[in-house]
């Protein structure tokens, strides 16, 4: 009897505790700045402290609702999170608007800090250290065993105040290599492993290319780029050295000849007609990388004609909310021209909400074991991720009605009651920059699109 009494009062505080929390947010959100500079930097010192302090109480949150919902506690060496995992990371990203990846970090580098590094913990609550390092102890300690983690938070916490990103990262790194040399060196042979090439489209038109490789062979391509920027440089090519780099990496990549070459891939670029004739101003959109200004689209289409590589297809698409039309096959698969469909009306990205990873399945919205259809309306992209989270017990999807013009939305609902939308962008077009044609100006355009 006064087991079940305690357990009903400490319920009712959590619910006080909360809206405390949300008071505070809000009394946070209305601080006034102070009259003179010296109360401005009180003002800031205090208002880091706290969020420090508001960082570990999430951590100890995120932690204890890990281990409500009974999951377990995943191995540095596991390479496939399990479902259960995965479901409730996705729950926690959903509470604090990130990715669902970053959500599974989160709960893994909180239960991390909460039972094997509370010397760490203890200084992110005295507001020593930003979340950000709190995670980065966490996340650099992750190849460790539990009782060589808690050697290390020992040996790090009298330095830990006042330390910066990269000082704080030798200091871990020197902490491991002296209590974990045996863990260590196994990590360097994972590493050398898991070698891999990632990319990352920038917001100027231009991207990064990550190559992860072990030390000797990084050594040979940088030899090999500076080789071939020297010789550039010594036949007088006006290029500077860098940009000699990029383009001979890229030839010995592709095969090209040419620095201005057109790669032989398929690469997608989604323009409002308008702007394709030079009329509007509306970007182009590369899809899965990101926007580029017209006029640049309209010169790499230009360049593609001139080498007899484009293909131009029409999009339709409704005028108000620029909406691509539906599309339907008969097919359990999502393949073929269906599938190009659905990476193009969600932009080749992740419909989760904070997911921007790239489309690795084409999924059924409602399951076709649910007799959901392999429809362009039924459709949508997802990362492996996310799809198979979509599969955990207790959670469930649908989509809204957007009408005859509006935007693919899909609607869910998770385990513990957190609520899914997301949205297919708009495909470029309409707003500002376009133009009004008459009917006769846009059969002209159409056959001048069908000419090309």
Same mark, same amino acid.
Request: glycine share 8%; net charge negative.
């Given at each position: 009897?006064?087991?079940?009494?305690?357990?009903?009062?400490?319920?009712?505080?959590?619910?006080?505790?909360?809206? @405390?929390?949300?008071?505070?947010?809000?009394?946070?959100?209305?601080?006034?700045?102070?009259?003179?500079?010296?109360?401005?930097?009180?003002?800031?010192?205090?208002? @880091?402290?706290?969020?420090?302090?508001?960082?570990?109480?999430?951590?100890?949150?995120?932690?204890?609702?890990?281990?409500?919902?009974?999951?377990?506690?995943?191995?540095?060496?596991?390479?496939?999170?399990?479902?259960?995992?995965?479901?409730?990371?996705?729950?926690?990203?959903?509470?604090?608007?990130?990715?669902?990846?970053?959500?599974?970090?989160?709960?893994?580098?909180?239960?991390?800090?909460?039972?094997?590094?509370?010397?760490?913990?203890?200084?992110?609550?005295?507001?020593?250290?930003?979340?950000?390092?709190?995670?980065?102890?966490?996340?650099?300690?992750?190849?460790?065993?539990?009782?060589?983690?808690?050697? &290390?938070?020992?040996?790090?916490?009298?330095?830990?105040?006042?330390?910066?990103?990269?000082?704080?990262?030798?200091?871990?790194?020197?902490?491991?290599?002296?209590?974990?040399?045996?863990?260590?060196?196994?990590?360097?042979?994972?590493?050398?492993?898991?070698?891999?090439?990632?990319?990352?489209?920038?917001?100027?038109?231009?991207?990064?290319?990550?190559?992860?490789?072990?030390?000797?062979?990084?050594?040979?391509?940088?030899?090999?780029?500076?080789?071939?920027?020297?010789?550039?440089?010594?036949?007088?090519?006006?290029?500077?050295?860098?940009?000699?780099?990029?383009?001979?990496?890229?030839?010995?990549?592709?095969?090209?000849?040419?620095?201005?070459?057109?790669?032989?891939?398929?690469?997608?670029?989604?323009?409002?007609?308008?702007?394709?004739?030079?009329?509007?101003?509306?970007?182009?959109?590369?899809?899965?990388?990101?926007?580029?200004?017209?006029?640049?689209?309209?010169?790499?289409?230009?360049?593609?004609?001139?080498?007899?590589?484009?293909?131009?297809?029409?999009?339709? &698409?409704?005028?108000?909310?620029?909406?691509?039309?539906?599309?339907?096959?008969?097919?359990?698969?999502?393949?073929?021209?269906?599938?190009?469909?659905?990476?193009?009306?969600?932009?080749?990205?992740?419909?989760?909400?904070?997911?921007?990873?790239?489309?690795?399945?084409?999924?059924?919205?409602?399951?076709?074991?649910?007799?959901?259809?392999?429809?362009?309306?039924?459709?949508?992209?997802?990362?492996?991720?996310?799809?198979?989270?979509?599969?955990?017990?207790?959670?469930?999807?649908?989509?809204?009605?957007?009408?005859?013009?509006?935007?693919? @939305?899909?609607?869910?609902?998770?385990?513990?009651?957190?609520?899914?939308?997301?949205?297919?962008?708009?495909?470029?077009?309409?707003?500002?920059?376009?133009?009004?044609?008459?009917?006769?100006?846009?059969?002209?355009?159409?056959?001048?699109?069908?000419?090309?």
């Amino acid at each position: 009897m006064d087991e079940t009494v305690d357990t009903t009062c400490q319920t009712v505080d959590t619910t006080c505790q909360t809206g @405390e929390l949300h008071a505070l947010a809000d009394l946070l959100a209305d601080v006034v700045p102070g009259a003179l500079p010296v109360d401005h930097l009180d003002q800031l010192e205090a208002l @880091e402290r706290i969020k420090s302090a508001a960082a570990a109480a999430q951590a100890v949150v995120a932690a204890t609702f890990a281990d409500a919902a009974d999951i377990e506690d995943v191995p540095a060496s596991r390479r496939h999170t399990p479902p259960r995992a995965m479901s409730v990371g996705a729950e926690v990203a959903l509470a604090t608007l990130s990715s669902p990846y970053a959500g599974e970090q989160r709960v893994l580098l909180s239960r991390r800090l909460r039972d094997q590094l509370p010397l760490t913990l203890a200084a992110l609550r005295r507001g020593e250290l930003t979340e950000d390092r709190a995670f980065a102890v966490a996340r650099e300690v992750g190849h460790l065993a539990p009782e060589q983690r808690s050697r &290390v938070d020992e040996d790090l916490a009298p330095r830990l105040a006042g330390l910066g990103d990269v000082r704080l990262r030798d200091a871990v790194r020197r902490s491991c290599l002296t209590h974990a040399a045996d863990s260590e060196t196994r990590r360097c042979r994972r590493a050398r492993a898991d070698r891999r090439v990632t990319s990352r489209a920038l917001d100027d038109g231009t991207g990064r290319l990550t190559a992860v490789l072990p030390l000797e062979a990084l050594a040979a391509v940088r030899s090999a780029l500076d080789v071939e920027a020297a010789a550039a440089r010594a036949a007088g090519d006006p290029r500077t050295a860098g940009q000699v780099r990029a383009d001979a990496l890229v030839a010995r990549l592709t095969g090209l000849d040419e620095v201005d070459g057109v790669p032989p891939v398929q690469v997608n670029i989604v323009i409002a007609v308008e702007s394709l004739f030079g009329v509007g101003t509306e970007p182009g959109r590369v899809t899965g990388v990101g926007h580029l200004p017209a006029a640049l689209c309209i010169d790499l289409v230009r360049r593609a004609s001139h080498a007899a590589r484009a293909t131009l297809r029409r999009l339709f &698409v409704s005028p108000t909310a620029r909406a691509l039309v539906a599309m339907e096959s008969t097919s359990r698969r999502f393949d073929g021209l269906l599938a190009e469909f659905l990476d193009l009306r969600d932009d080749g990205l992740c419909r989760t909400t904070g997911c921007n990873a790239r489309i690795r399945h084409h999924d059924h919205v409602i399951r076709a074991a649910d007799h959901g259809r392999t429809a362009a309306a039924n459709g949508q992209g997802l990362c492996e991720r996310c799809n198979y989270v979509k599969e955990s017990p207790g959670w469930t999807c649908w989509v809204a009605d957007p009408g005859d013009a509006g935007l693919h @939305e899909v609607h869910g609902v998770t385990e513990h009651l957190r609520i899914l939308r997301s949205t297919s962008p708009p495909v470029p077009g309409g707003g500002a920059g376009s133009v009004d044609y008459s009917p006769l100006e846009l059969q002209l355009a159409s056959n001048f699109t069908l000419a090309s």
